[in-house]
């Protein structure tokens, strides 16, 4: 079994907010595996590739590197410096589902997320990470929300939408992104058949904590 508490879901359900606290409360790592594609996408935009036809040589000269931070969680690094807020534009963001449907893509990220499994129990957040990446994670969620609660949400996140976006716009762009991430052949979103699911559309995160917590105590 993995030593890894799976947290998948789709776009702006508030994996990021739980996976995170959930890490710190337990006092374990944290590890957002979409900013792997979104720097994959970030890198292929900069040098202007064609997002749909990227190969294992480019893939090959990005240096990608998680490095611990003061408390704990992975931050991600492309060839020495930290992404952040370049990572959070809604450009990238749809470049990162594009280049998410590449084997090419998915297979090199595959052992750059496979390595952090290890004798430390670890959160991890995406798409296939109870499904493709740690099928034997021994804990499972897929959190979920409603679509337009998902957009309010995504909305109030400043930076990640293009300036003056409206709500039906923003969600229009999560609906065409979900559509993208859950018909790909390789990897597509959806839950482990054993995943616990969690709609958080009426919760707030303490509450989806709490849940989270009570599942792993109960399953132990
Ligand atoms: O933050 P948000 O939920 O909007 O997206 P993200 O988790 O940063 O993921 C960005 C994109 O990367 C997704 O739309 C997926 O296409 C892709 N992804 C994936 O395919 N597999 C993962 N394990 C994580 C992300």
Do not use: W
């Amino acid at each position: 079994m993995s030593n890894c508490i799976a947290i998948d879901g789709p776009a702006a359900s508030g994996k990021s907010t739980i996976a995170k606290l959930l890490a710190k409360k337990l006092n374990i790592a944290y590890i957002n595996t979409g900013n792997l594609y979104r720097a994959v996408a970030l890198a292929a935009i900069r040098a202007g590739r064609d997002l749909a036809r990227l190969d294992r040589e480019f893939l090959e000269t990005l240096k990608l590197e998680y490095t611990p931070n003061e408390s704990g969680d992975y931050v991600l690094k492309l060839n020495g410096k930290e992404l952040e807020a370049a990572l959070r534009t809604p450009e990238v963001a749809t470049g990162a589902s594009l280049v998410a449907t590449e084997s090419e893509v998915r297979d090199y990220l595959l052992g750059v997320q496979r390595n952090f499994a290890g004798k430390n129990l670890i959160v991890m957040e995406g798409r296939d990470i109870g499904t493709v990446v740690f099928p034997d994670a021994e804990y499972k969620f897929f959190v979920t929300a409603t679509p337009e609660e998902r957009a309010r949400r995504r909305l109030a996140q400043n930076g990640e939408t293009a300036d003056g976006a409206t709500l039906s716009e923003v969600a229009r762009e999560l609906a065409a992104r979900d559509k993208q991430d859950s018909e790909r052949p390789i990897a597509p979103l959806k839950p482990a058949a054993d995943a616990v699911l969690i709609d958080t559309t009426n919760l707030n995160i303490e509450a989806v904590i709490e849940k989270i917590i009570g599942q792993i105590k109960r399953s132990n």
